[in-house]
Structure formats: C-alpha cells, structure tokens
C-alpha cells in the first residue's frame, strides 16, 4: 500500500503582515511546517498555528530559517556550521514550547529557503543542522529534498529522515529543483502537476525539464496555499492521491 505525506509551510503572518491560508490548508494537509520566528512568524502566529494544527488533527514540524524577514530567508546568508546550528537550535525551542503547552512533540524539522537550498549541497551546513536537531531531540525527524545532503547528515547522526518531493516544480537532471529564475521552474497545469506527483509517490520517478528519468524517494510532498488556487490545488491533490489508492498519513509513520 501507497502512503504519503502532504506538508505545507505554515505559520509565515507576522505582526500586521498576513501571509497565506493557513486555516483553509490545515484541512487537507497531514504536515505542517510552522516558521519559527526568523524568516516569518512571531509569538502569537506560531501559538495560533499550533492551536490549529492540532485542532485539525495535522503533526507539526519546525521550518526554521535564516534570520532574515526582509527577505523572507530567501537569501544566501554566509554562516559558519556552527552559527546556522545555534540558529536552529533556537528556533527548535521556541517552536517547542509552543507544542508542549499544547501536549504536542515537534514531529519534523524542514529548513526554510536558503538555507534548506544551501544545505542542500553542503555536508558541512547540512551536518549543523542535523547537530542541533539530535541535541535538541533525537525524535525530531528531518525532512530534506530527495538527494540533499540534509539526509546524508541526518544519516550519519542517527536521526529519521524524510525525502521531500515538489508537487509544482521541475526537476533537473540531478535531481535538483530548477531554479525559479529559469523558465518552466514552476508547473501551472494542475493535471500535468498532479500526475507528476502520482508517478514520484508510485514509481520513484520524475521526468527532468532535459528529458532525463530521475529516480527519487517521495515520503513527503511540499504543497503551498498561500492564495485560493493553491488551496484548491492542495485539495485535488489529495483527492487525485486517495482515488489513485494512495493513504495521506503523518511522516512519522512513513519514515
């Protein structure tokens, strides 16, 4: 039997700025990953997600990024292992005093942005980050795209680790993300998205943006609803995956 995750990042409004829909996904999502306060989020948000994720029955996961809201931590920062391991590791807390007042654990960490694309493809910021995830909580699942170096790391630390797959996005040869400057990055045909999504949960396969097979594993699939037609897309999705035989669980019971 097929068994996917669904997550989505969630928990990104801070102060009077309002970000995506999160009430509308938390119904069809099984996995959700709340920013913890340095990209997006801030104390009253991620308590609110919290609430709401368990409310509607969905595990909550850290998506810690990099200390920059103007950017929405999407830009490459320099910083040393040891630096984005103290930065995880604080987000982790925050998060986690959230999901322990509400008698929840942190079931996964996914990093957010840039540094989940630059750890991506250095071991040695990937070996930080899982660091902090082992000393904070050895339970505490990482989640990274499929063929990261977050996974070689999480590996050689002893932690569960998660292969992350993109509903909506191309794929190059390598098994990377082509990157969104680049024509076609992003699949706007629903159909054509969600047939690409049935095949990498199935098959363990995805065809590049050159043509190429790539194999890859799909424990869980990164969906956004940050507008009404995201959140319609998230819930064909699921309903495409249900119809095609496949169970929508929590990661933790996949990995």
């Known amino acids: 039997m097929y068994k996917v995750d669904l997550n989505s990042d969630l928990g990104e409004s801070f102060g009077a700025y309002k970000m995506g829909l999160d009430g509308e996904v938390l119904a069809f999502v099984s996995s959700a990953n709340v920013a913890c306060g340095y990209h997006a989020g801030d104390p009253l948000v991620m308590e ?9 029955g969905v595990a909550v996961g850290a998506h810690p990024g990099y200390p920059d809201l103007m950017g929405f931590g999407r830009r490459n920062m320099v910083c040393t292992p ?12 925050a998060l986690q005093a959230f999901a322990v007042s509400q008698g929840m654990k942190i079931q996964h960490c996914k990093p957010h942005g840039a540094l989940y694309n630059m750890a991506g493809k250095d071991l040695d910021l990937a070996l ?3 660091e902090a995830i082992a000393e904070v909580d050895k339970d505490i699942i990482l989640m990274g795209g499929s063929g990261s170096k977050m996974l070689e790391a ?7 680790v998660a292969s992350e797959v993109f509903a909506d996005r191309a794929y190059q040869a390598d ?14 045909d629903t159909d054509e998205a969600i047939a690409r999504t049935i095949r990498m949960v199935k098959e363990g396969k995805v065809t590049a943006i050159t043509g190429e097979e790539v194999s890859l594993d799909a424990h869980s699939i990164c969906v956004h609803g940050d507008n009404p037609q995201a959140v319609e897309f998230v819930k ?20």
């Not at 999480?154 to 569960?160: A, S, W």
Request: aromatic residues 4%.
């Open 128 to 130: 930080g980050i899982a």
């Open 236 to 255: 064909n999705i699921r309903a495409r995956l249900i119809a095609e035989g496949v169970s929508i669980v929590p990661l933790g019971e996949i990995v």
């Open 82 to 93: 040891k630096e984005a391991k103290a930065y995880v590791k604080y987000q982790l807390g």
């Open 48 to 56: 609110k997600t919290v609430v709401a994720a368990k409310a509607a």
């Open 175 to 188: 098994g990377s993300l082509v990157p969104r400057s680049k024509p076609g990055a992003v699949i706007h």
């Open 154 to 160: 999480g590996k050689q630390l002893g932690l569960r």
